[in-house]
């Protein structure tokens, strides 16, 4: 098992960045990807982008792409999701989670960490 905390949130106007780190501890060495999901009051839990752990590939919802940009350390065990330009609709819990060559769906999601976006 991975543990997962998630950092960086806050309240932000409109057009500001953002950046939030995600710190995996525990048995981190079979880790695949590192993803960042999100959900609203309401709404599931959607991803946002995610990060393999050997190459540094990503991809990026249609959402965010152009906007937020994720990486990460693999020595660290970090990954950080940098978002520009924020907007009112970017507001949301955001959680980090990892597919590993255990169980290749995400899973041992972080405890989330809040984004407030203000118009």
């Known amino acids: 098992q991975v543990h997962l905390v998630e950092s960086g949130g806050g309240l932000v106007q409109a057009g500001d960045s953002l950046r939030l780190s995600c710190t995996a501890s525990?048995?981190?060495?079979?880790?695949?990807?590192m993803g960042w999901f999100r959900q609203s009051p309401g709404k599931g839990r959607d991803f946002v982008a995610d990060?393999?752990?050997?190459?540094?590939?990503?991809t990026y919802a249609t959402s965010v792409k152009g906007r937020f940009t994720v990486s990460r350390d693999s020595r660290k065990s970090t990954c950080d999701l940098q978002m520009n330009s924020l907007k009112p609709e970017d507001t949301a819990i955001y959680y980090c989670?990892?597919?590993?060559?255990?169980?290749?769906?995400?899973?041992?999601w972080g405890q989330g960490t809040q984004v407030t976006v203000a118009s």
């Open positions: 989670a990892i597919r590993d060559r255990s169980n290749y769906q995400w899973h041992d």
């Open positions: 990060i393999s752990w050997d190459r540094g590939t990503t």
């Open positions: 525990g048995h981190t060495i079979g880790i695949i990807d």
